[in-house]
């Protein structure tokens, strides 16, 4: 390596002292603190019997979410935070750990009991940041492969074998809200499946706002069904849901004047170059959907190099969506546009927990989609509540690399510890404004 424009030779030893890694990661144990996540769960989990000096089952869970948003992806991994117990406390082995998850696993109750812990820090989290005025909740599916022959995986319509999880996101917040582990082979359009998870992901909303806020399910194609936007009508849920082009659409599309079409927009409330928006309501009859359907179609050229299909119609290609929304046409298929978010969600997922399902039984593994939610949620709310600018936009990936995987030099003097970030690294200035905004924030009930 070079010096000051020299090349010197660098010696590498074992015996450093006072140095921890991963450092930025105790930034989300405490947020776990502050937020009531850790408490929550272990009035959760606490059973009567427990042997004196057993492991608090909540801090295990809380210590595996950290582990999963610090990026592992296996029980084993959880040493990354055991090894560092100067700056983690004392932390279950990976085998006490799989105890835990079995006993939440083969429990009644357990799971959701872990759940309604989960709620219990998200009114926190919403009194610290404040309720949004709309709530979007996002459903949609995903693919996990899995690499053996595992309870409840089977073939996916992908030609894959794993399962088949239906989830529900929060849009406004950014937050996991519910999770249903599925067999590879269970469908997209299921609505039994679709009004669980979204009954699920309701029970997450605080209490004290559930009657106040307002409520938009959106989902893609699959959500064009009867049973759950009867559902979404009895709830008094607005729905947002992609619409099959089949023929009779098509004909409705063909009988659109040109001085119909509207531009579309960004997100940003500005024109698109590409693309026009029009309303065909009044052509289909909608009278099996409920009062108040509106069908509102997209157009758009196809970008350079892109094959077109017979279906499509003079250099054109269209998308409809079905809501019950008022409003213009521009802003609804727009707003509706945005439910391409899900997807990045759903992949950051993917790195952190939710890509690998690694137990054998299939409720075990349910209880690790809902951990992963966790980890999700932990990295939500550092970002929420203490993050500014860039880094409460970023991604996991990057997060990891900026603050959460930093390394430190832990110092103790007077009964005091200091934890001296590396003055050269180029955010160590915001993961130390984070962790004094973590402290000023006030401890829970």
């Known amino acids: 390596m070079t010096r000051a424009g020299r090349q010197i030779t660098v010696n590498v030893t074992s015996d450093g002292e006072g140095v921890v890694s991963h450092a930025g990661s105790a930034l989300l144990a405490e947020v776990a603190e502050k937020t009531g996540l850790t408490g929550a769960l272990s009035a959760a989990l606490t059973e009567p019997g427990l042997r004196a000096g057993s492991h608090d089952r909540g801090r295990v869970i809380r210590d595996l979410a950290v582990m999963l948003a610090d990026g592992g992806d296996c029980l084993a991994d959880l040493r990354a935070v055991g090894d560092q117990a100067v700056l983690f406390g004392t932390t279950a082995s990976p085998s006490t750990a799989f105890r835990v998850i079995d006993r939440i696993a083969t429990t009644p109750g357990l799971l959701d009991a872990v759940r309604g812990a989960h709620a219990v820090a998200r009114a926190r989290v919403w009194k610290l940041t404040g309720a949004p005025e709309r709530l979007t909740i996002e459903l949609d599916a995903t693919l ?9 995986a089977a073939g996916t319509f992908k030609g894959g074998y794993g399962f088949h999880p239906m989830l529900a996101y929060a849009d406004e917040t950014g937050e996991a809200l519910a999770g249903q582990l599925r067999p590879g082979n269970a469908g997209a359009n299921n609505a039994t499946d679709q009004i669980e998870v979204a009954e699920r992901a309701l029970r997450q909303i605080p209490a004290e706002h559930l009657e106040d806020i ?25 729905f947002s849901v992609g619409y099959d082009l089949t023929e009779t659409v098509r004909a409705a599309i063909r ?9 579309s927009l960004d997100q940003d409330g500005s024109e698109r170059p590409n693309g026009q928006i029009s309303e065909i309501t009044d052509q289909l009859d909608l009278n099996r959907w409920p009062t108040g359907a509106r069908v509102i179609v997209r157009r758009e050229r196809a970008h350079p190099g892109a094959q077109l299909t017979f279906t499509d119609l003079n250099g054109h290609r269209f998308q409809a969506i079905l809501t019950d929304q008022p409003g213009p046409v521009a802003e609804l298929e727009r707003d509706h546009r945005g439910r391409a978010r899900v997807e990045d969600r759903i992949r950051n997922d993917k790195d952190t927990g939710l890509r690998n399902m690694p137990f054998r039984t299939f409720e075990h593994n349910q209880v690790w989609l809902q951990i992963a939610h966790l980890a999700h949620d932990l990295i939500c709310w550092t970002q929420r509540l203490l993050l500014t600018g860039e880094l409460a936009q970023a991604e996991p990936k990057r997060l990891r690399y900026r603050l959460l995987h930093v390394a430190a030099r832990l110092a103790f003097h007077a009964r005091t510890a200091t934890l001296r970030l590396p003055a050269i690294w180029p955010w160590a200035s915001e993961l130390a404004a984070a962790f004094k905004q973590l402290k000023a924030l006030p401890a829970p009930a």
């Open 214 to 238: 307002g409520l938009l399910l959106r989902v893609d194609s699959a959500g064009a069904c009867h049973e759950l936007l009867d559902w979404c009508r009895d709830g008094n849920i607005r």
């Open 144 to 152: 996990i492969t899995a690499h053996s022959e595992k309870d409840g």
């Open 255 to 263: 009988q659109i004047p040109d001085g119909a079409w509207v531009s």
